[in-house]
């Protein structure tokens, strides 16, 4: 609840602290005593936009600060996601100054005006010839139904199909818009596909391919280079073994004399063994050493394929290639995949529709249920408040093809006539502003007996009535106070008699300017103020007495 209001520099309030009390809170004063300037005030803690020229004074900044007792809110959560320090007893503060920034805090956390707003219609709801407008809100009308018809278990369910139902549409719709762009690519990543695959690149040594062909290429200097290496050591004049063989037996002829030549002996034949065998094998080499053409011009053929490829792809090696067409071989097969997950993902969508269609049937037949009951209460409530022609009917439409939302598939209308024969209609189209009042108090009188209501502030809700209809619309509002926080603007004091706290809303001038005052008054003031109420500003003894009585009467 609203526990004070503290304004600062605001309008020709220069500065005021008013406290509210839980129950019924009554302020009343003089016209143009500035009354709605509270309101306006109270607007800037709701998230309103506002202007430099409320100041006050131009030399120093505006600030309106708001505490509220939030201990039965249940907002804990909500100041956890936002950040911000939760309190039982929060303060809301606006401060704006004459260049005409703004700046917002919550517990003295800056905030946006979008993060207010969030938080204080959790607060204050503030009724007034304006905002009864919600009335003729689709919106609002199937709130007022969901609450009386107790609907909440059935919303939360039909919410959770609806919200796996929206989810797996969404989902499908991604996957076919995917699909569609990338058939228009499966064409020529199939062509590369196709291109790389008939490649044959597994398997294949780029570098092993690269010397054959060069060793092919040379084949003819290679052979002949050594045959020529084998004659100089096999058939050369003073070839190379006879010449080591020579060396041997010179060696060993000496080597009584001198017995460390026998390594050296030992060295030299190993040499020659060594010479041997070099020999053999480059005659081998030389015998298997053929010029091969038709090999010759298939590596090369290979290699220009995979020379082109590189290029063309931007690679640098052949794994890089290969890996390249892996990864479009890839992309083929989820195109083929997308097709199975399209049609899979169809198949759940649907199957979450019916589930959707179901739960939103029976939520409307819950709905449906509640509207002869909400009908009649409204009536009655109607007749007390001086509408006894006035009725009000629910028109009710059911289509998950044409209505389906998070809220349901239902389309509710309030058709509304404030008086006998006459035909009904859109309740935009035929209330007044005084009757649109008295019809949102008895709507919002039953709604309190089924939701938690925030503070709920009445701007003159009493326009239009007088007399015995005054005290009937007192008792709904004290009827309505029990249980909620309760602020009324009234100039009727058949309905100011009704509050428990009264505060009075006056001007007082000096010589230098205006300025608007607020006071709670004691049980003097308030009985003197009622009678000025109901008689002038010099009240009568009878004036008096009959304030009294209504005062016993609260």
């Known amino acids: ?84 320090d939760f309190e039982n007893e929060t303060i809301i503060r606006r401060e704006l100054t004459e260049s005409g920034k703004s700046r917002a805090f919550i517990n003295d956390t800056p905030v946006n005006l979008n993060l207010i707003q969030q938080l204080a219609s ?40 609806y919200h796996a139902w929206k989810t797996c549409a969404k989902k499908l719709a991604e996957t076919e818009a995917l699909a569609a762009k990338a058939l228009t690519e499966k064409d020529f990543v199939e062509f590369q596909f196709t291109e790389l695959d008939n490649a044959s690149l597994d398997g294949i040594d780029q570098i092993q391919l690269e010397t054959e062909l ?58 020659n063994i060594e010479l041997k065998d070099i020999t053999r094998d480059l005659d081998d080499k030389a015998s298997a050493t053929v010029a091969d053409p038709a090999r010759s011009e298939n590596i090369q053929t290979q290699l220009n394929s995979i020379y082109r490829l590189q290029k063309k792809h931007g690679c640098n090696t052949l794994p890089e290639l290969i890996s390249l067409r892996d990864s479009l071989g890839e992309k083929l097969l989820a195109y083929v995949n997308s097709e199975a997950t ?27 249920g509640a509207f002869e009951q909400l009908e009649k209460s409204v009536h009655l409530l109607l007749a007390e408040v001086g509408m006894k022609d006035a009725v ?23 058709m509304f006539s404030a008086n006998k024969g006459s035909s009904l209609q859109d309740i935009k189209k035929v209330a007044s502003g005084g009757e649109l009042s008295r019809l949102m108090l008895c709507i919002k009188s039953l709604l309190a007996k089924s939701v938690a209501l925030p503070t709920l502030i009445f701007d003159e809700i009493d326009t239009g009535v007088s007399g015995e209809i005054a005290h009937k619309v007192g008792n709904i509002l004290m009827r309505l106070s029990e249980n909620h926080q309760l602020i009324a603007i009234t100039h009727l004091p ?55 009585e209504l005062l016993l009467q609260a």
């Open 392 to 414: 009000l009917k629910v028109e009710h439409q059911f289509s998950t093809d044409k209505y389906l939302t998070e809220t349901g598939a239902d389309h509710i209308q309030f």
């Open 1 to 84: 609840m609203l526990k004070e209001l503290r304004i600062r520099n605001y309008a020709i309030i220069n500065e005021a602290s008013i406290s509210f009390s839980g129950g019924m809170n009554i302020i009343t004063g003089e016209t143009g005593a500035g009354k709605s300037i509270l309101l306006g005030a109270l607007s800037l803690i709701l998230g309103e936009r506002a202007e430099s020229k409320v100041l006050f004074n131009k030399d120093k900044k505006c600030v309106v600060e708001g505490v509220f007792d939030i201990s039965n809110y249940q907002l804990a959560d909500f100041f956890a996601a936002n950040e911000i």
């Open 122 to 161: 959790r607060l204050i709801t503030i009724h007034s010839q304006h905002e009864t407008l919600d009335l003729g809100n689709s919106g609002f009308q199937l709130t007022v139904v969901d609450a009386l018809a107790s609907t909440g278990q059935l919303v939360a369910t039909f919410k959770t199909h």
């Open 494 to 548: 058949q309905i100011a008699a009704k509050g428990q706290h009264h505060l009075f809303v006056y001007k007082s001038t000096d010589a230098a300017s205006t300025s608007t005052n607020i006071k709670l008054l004691n049980k003097t003031e308030r009985l003197n103020e009622i009678a000025k109420m109901l008689s002038g500003e010099n009240p009568t003894k009878a004036a008096i007495q009959n304030a009294k």
């Open 214 to 271: 060069t060793q092919l290429s040379h084949a003819e200097e290679i052979k002949r280079n050594l045959i020529l290496s084998v004659d100089v050591l096999e058939n050369g004049q003073g070839n190379i073994n006879d010449q080591l063989r020579a060396v041997i037996n010179q060696l060993n002829a000496i080597s009584k004399y001198q017995p460390e030549l026998a390594d050296y002996i030992q060295r030299l034949e190993s040499t």
């Open 342 to 368: 399209i049609e899979t993902l169809k198949k759940e969508r649907d199957a979450l529709f019916v589930k959707v269609s179901l739960a939103a049937k029976k939520l409307s037949e819950k709905r449906a």
